[in-house]
């Protein structure tokens, strides 16, 4: 059953989603009248200065936070109709998290931190799919492996195999190579843009960086949490350019310019 705005072809539809912070008076508005969907077998960036309300993007789409007002359907289920119980098990079970953190329990084994979230849902993991989301990352042989005798990137991707084990409806990642090198975010990269193109996984990912969201088919810009525009196919300059345009680099730059004009005249 479709509800909502959603359609077949859209993992994601957010309409005019609104999220404030703080209480009358002391009102942070993060988001302001958001409506956009992330299709299905899509690779999404989102970008946008510091504070344009990214992150609260992410988890009002991902049920991790509740937005003010709007609506946000996952698939066919509109978030703001479900209990609590529900949106756990919806975030347990449909949805995939990246951050720039890996967030891997120590005491796991790469295997058995990649198999935690079905075993949490009570699911046994078949041994074919485990093997193969493994193979996927490229870390089969390191299985056995605990993440303290793992490079950066491997954790990394010990992290999205994590995500892909689920076959979620779609992965939301947070700066995902925020902690990486730029070879390392490279590699990241481009497992995440190929288990969109092999596997028709829907992923939605937060990053600062014009190289990486050139991995993905749509950018997506955010300012004062607002949409304020979007970019197809996108290339890092095209992109760069755009950023540069919102502001969104050199907290300097708009002090740099007022004293310029100021000299000029
Ligand atoms: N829990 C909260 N309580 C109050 N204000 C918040 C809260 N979370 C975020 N905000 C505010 O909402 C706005 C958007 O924050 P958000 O974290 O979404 O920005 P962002 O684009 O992810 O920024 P960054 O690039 O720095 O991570 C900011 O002004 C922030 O201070
Ligand atoms: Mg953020």
Do not use: W
Request: hydrophobic share 40%.
């Amino acid at each position: 059953m479709l509800t909502g705005t959603g359609t077949a072809t859209d993992a994601v539809q957010l309409t005019a989603v609104r999220k404030v912070y703080g209480r009358r008076g002391n009102e942070v508005v993060a988001l302001d009248d958001v409506t956009t969907q992330f299709g299905r077998g899509t690779f999404t960036a989102i970008m946008g200065p510091s504070g344009s309300g990214k992150s609260t993007l992410l988890q009002c789409a991902a049920g991790l936070d509740q937005p003010t007002s709007g609506s946000v359907v996952l698939e066919d289920s509109e978030l703001s109709t479900m209990s609590e119980t529900e949106l756990t098990e919806l975030r347990r079970d449909r949805v995939g998290f990246i951050f720039q953190a890996f967030n891997l329990l120590p005491v796991l084994t790469v295997e058995q931190n990649v198999t935690l979230p079905l075993r949490l849902a009570g699911r046994s993991p078949a041994k074919g799919r485990v093997a193969n989301v493994l193979e996927q990352v490229g870390l089969r042989e390191r299985r056995k492996h605990r993440p303290a005798e793992l490079s950066g990137g491997q954790q990394q991707r010990v992290a999205i195999a994590r995500a892909l084990i689920t076959e979620p409806a779609v992965i939301f990642a947070d700066e995902p190579t925020g902690a990486l090198d730029t070879r390392t975010a490279r590699d990241v990269l481009g497992l995440l843009r190929r288990s969109v193109q092999e596997t028709g996984q829907t992923i939605v990912m937060v990053t600062h960086d014009p190289v990486a969201a050139s991995y993905a088919d749509r950018v997506l810009f955010l300012a004062d949490g607002r949409v304020v525009g979007e970019l197809r196919s996108p290339t890092a300059d095209a992109v760069a350019e755009r950023m540069t345009h919102l502001g969104a680099y050199a907290d300097e730059a708009p002090q740099a310019r007022s004293t310029t004009a100021g000299g000029q005249r």
